[in-house]
């Protein structure tokens, strides 16, 4: 088995280790690991993917069983036409634990107001009796994939009233699961926090326009942790300024990195993070590389199995 590094190179030592410590765990023997520099990877097995090269030619790979994407939004990489093999993204624990935390942290910092103590300490004693509590404060999470319910599951497991929002519709205890376009208002009406954790698809890109920011109570905040593309980034600026989204804190961008002169940097309701919500931690990573191949050698269906008609 023959095994293709093909992602950042600063991280190619660590990859290579940790791979081949997994895979011997997974009684994988005989296996070798190249990365692009070296010569004679015609017959690669499996390719481990990041996107550096938009023209990636992968069909000089006549060998090949899949690509392991390390990331799990894939949209650069699924309309690459010399893919024939299953493109699988990345599903494992690191990246949603990350996305968790992120999520969970500024839901938080929204549901307790925390920017108006710690950017406002200016010697004045302002005692507010209304803080609400978790039950009180209405989340929707668009996106229930491998990501977005889990944060789901984390704000309802914390006590927030949490419903969701999908393609195909899901059941789960405690959250109001909607799906469809059709859906997407009643999800978005009465939402004080809206989390988006949608792919970029052509069905997504632009969702969040001037329309269905109109549907947003009044006062609502959002969190984009998806795509920046779906998100029309006048329509969310107008939307600010006419108060109806009262902040919003976005770590993804149409264009990354966000160019300097955007109006998000200086705009003080919103907070700019530099798509660091959830990174591809090489150790966890590999976990889910390897367990898939197993389940290959297996002759099991791969873990995060890319759909190309959905586009994710
Ligand atoms: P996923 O497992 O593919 O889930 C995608 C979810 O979106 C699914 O629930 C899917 O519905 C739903 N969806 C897709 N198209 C839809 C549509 N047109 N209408 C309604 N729902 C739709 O993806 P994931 O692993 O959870 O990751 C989600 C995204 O997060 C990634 O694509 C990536 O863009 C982003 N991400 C960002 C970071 C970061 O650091 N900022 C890190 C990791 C991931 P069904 O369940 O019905 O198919």
């Not at 996106?143 to 977005?148: A, E, H, K, Q």
Request: with cysteine; aromatic share 10%.
């Amino acid at each position: 088995m023959k095994i293709l590094y093909s992602a950042k190179e600063d991280e190619w030592e660590i990859y290579q280790e940790l791979l081949d410590r997994k895979l011997s765990d997974h009684g994988f023997t005989g296996f070798q690991i190249f990365r692009e520099t070296d010569t004679k990877i015609e017959d690669i097995d499996f390719v481990i993917y990041a996107p550096k090269n938009k023209n990636e030619d992968f069909s000089r790979y006549k060998h090949l069983k899949a690509i392991f994407s390390l990331w799990a939004g894939i949209e650069t990489i699924i309309s690459n036409e010399t893919i024939d093999v299953p493109l699988i993204k990345m599903v494992d624990e690191g990246l949603t634990k990350g996305m968790i935390e992120w999520c969970s942290a500024h839901t938080l910092r929204y549901h307790l107001n925390l920017d108006h103590h710690i950017k406002t300490q200016d010697g004045a004693w302002c005692f507010n009796k209304n803080q609400l509590l978790a039950f009180e404060r209405n989340i929707s999470v668009l996106g229930l994939g491998n990501i977005g319910m889990e944060v789901a599951k984390s704000l309802r497991d914390f006590g927030f009233s949490v419903s969701g929002w999908s393609a195909q519709k899901k059941f789960e205890p405690g959250i109001r699961c909607y799906s469809g376009e059709d859906a997407l208002r009643e999800t978005l009406e009465g939402a004080d926090i809206v989390i988006c954790l949608l792919p970029e698809t052509k069905k997504t890109i632009g969702l969040l326009n001037k329309e269905t920011f109109s549907y947003f109570k009044d006062g609502a905040k959002i969190i984009n942790a998806g795509r920046g593309s779906l998100i029309d980034d006048d329509a969310l600026l107008n939307s600010i300024e006419n108060g109806k989204i009262s902040h919003a804190t976005l770590d993804v961008f149409s264009e990354e990195p966000l160019p300097q002169k955007h109006l998000f940097w200086s705009n003080k309701n919103v907070t700019v993070t530099p798509h660091i919500a959830a990174i591809s931690r090489p150790d966890t990573c590999v976990d889910s590389i390897a367990m898939n191949i197993a389940r290959y050698k297996k002759g099991k269906d791969f873990v995060g199995l890319v759909d190309n008609d959905k586009g994710y």
